[in-house]
């Protein structure tokens, strides 16, 4: 098979064998890519169009086969991730292994096997997806909020919400008793309600799905209304919204103890660029004397020698990375101060 055809089939099935099973209840392996970035303030995820969904639902991640050329896992992603985008990743780190029992692998004579997707987060600077693909099976970059709308708390509270909050309550009462209607509410309040929990993303879309608010809980069958769209997402192919939700919410936990965000960075940026960089990923806006204040004391950027132009506004001093602070600490990360807006 040739790479070109190898890419089709990983996209065509969403996740490839690794070697065709010899017998009934045997497994596959797949990897799949969550590949982010930020670009001008939006957060944005790598997808490809996956023939043969349901309608609506043709959108996933970057996937592709295991092969026994690669000696690590990681590896085999870095290569058929260049082979197919052309993006060539820097921060890479497994994410999950995702084999539920009802998730089979894709073509015929399948229907016995279940599928193991191995998925990773790999963070890059966003540059025209191109590679050896057909040009129905384009790379395309996306702003993720199209998916989860409901988590952008950038501009104040999602109108999704407003939506989301009526439905859930329905769900709650139609539990068929007390105690199951009292956990429904402890886990709606504990992830919808009070103070808004950033990281919560796979929680709130797994609850989402369970109340049968995701078009993906209604099986493969089903159709995705685009009206809907604005209230509980695009849809994407098989269970990649959920890989995707995992990886949010793995990004926004750690941009907090680890320095990952300035693998989205060019290498000279204003700290206006940097902080809306964050807001982008965390999906609530910052108080700018505060955030300015613990970069400082943290001491990750330092001055260089340029300036921004000033075309659209007053010159900004460019700043870098200060590499030196992975030496200096064990948890070197951007902590979150909202502003008042964002709660």
């Known amino acids: 098979m040739t790479t070109a055809e190898t890419i089709r089939a990983a996209s065509q099935g969403a996740e490839v064998r ?40 043709e959108t996933g991640l970057p996937s592709g086969p295991l092969v026994s ?4 896992l990681e590896r085999g992603l870095r290569a058929w991730v260049e082979r197919q985008t052309q993006a060539r990743l820097g921060y890479v780190e497994q994410l999950y292994t995702f084999g539920d029992r009802d998730r089979k692998a894709a073509g015929p004579g399948s229907d016995a096997v279940h599928l193991l997707s191995v998925a990773y ?57 007390t105690k199951l209607r009292r956990q429904r509410e402890d886990r709606v309040g504990l992830n919808f309600g009070g103070t808004w929990n950033e990281e919560r993303v796979l929680e709130r879309y797994e609850l989402l799905f369970e109340a049968g608010l995701i078009p993906e809980a209604r099986g493969q069958g089903g159709t995705a ?29 750690k941009i907090k103890y680890r320095p990952v965000v300035f ?3 060019p290498p000279a940026f204003t700290l206006l660029q940097l902080q809306r960089t964050v807001e982008a990923l965390s999906g609530i806006r910052l108080h700018k004397q505060n955030f300015r204040r613990l970069v400082a004391q943290q001491g990750l950027v330092e001055e260089t020698d340029g ?14 990375f200060r590499r030196e602070v992975l030496l200096e600490r064990p948890a070197p990360g951007v902590r979150l101060t909202r502003s008042r807006r964002s709660v």
């Open 18 to 57: 690794a070697a065709a099973p010899s017998s009934a209840g045997a497994s596959s392996v797949g990897l799949v890519a969550v590949i982010l970035a930020a670009t001008d303030g939006e957060p944005r995820a790598l997808t490809v169009p996956v023939p043969g969904q349901a309608k609506g639902r």
């Open 69 to 72: 050329e690669h000696p690590t």
């Open 121 to 177: 987060l790999a963070l890059t600077r966003e540059a025209r997806a191109t590679g050896e693909t057909a040009p129905d099976l384009e790379p395309t970059w996306r702003n993720w909020y199209r998916f989860l709308p409901w988590e952008d708390f950038r501009e104040g509270r999602p109108p999704a919400l407003s939506e989301i909050e009526p439905r859930l309550a329905a769900w709650i009462a139609q539990g068929s008793d």
């Open 225 to 253: 209304d685009p009206a809907d769209h604005a209230v509980t997402g695009q849809p994407m192919a098989l269970d990649h919204r959920r890989v995707l939700a995992t990886a949010i919410g793995r990004l926004r936990g």
């Open 263 to 265: 693998e989205l960075m």
């Open 307 to 320: 300036i921004t132009s000033g075309a659209t506004g007053r010159p900004a001093k460019l700043v870098r």
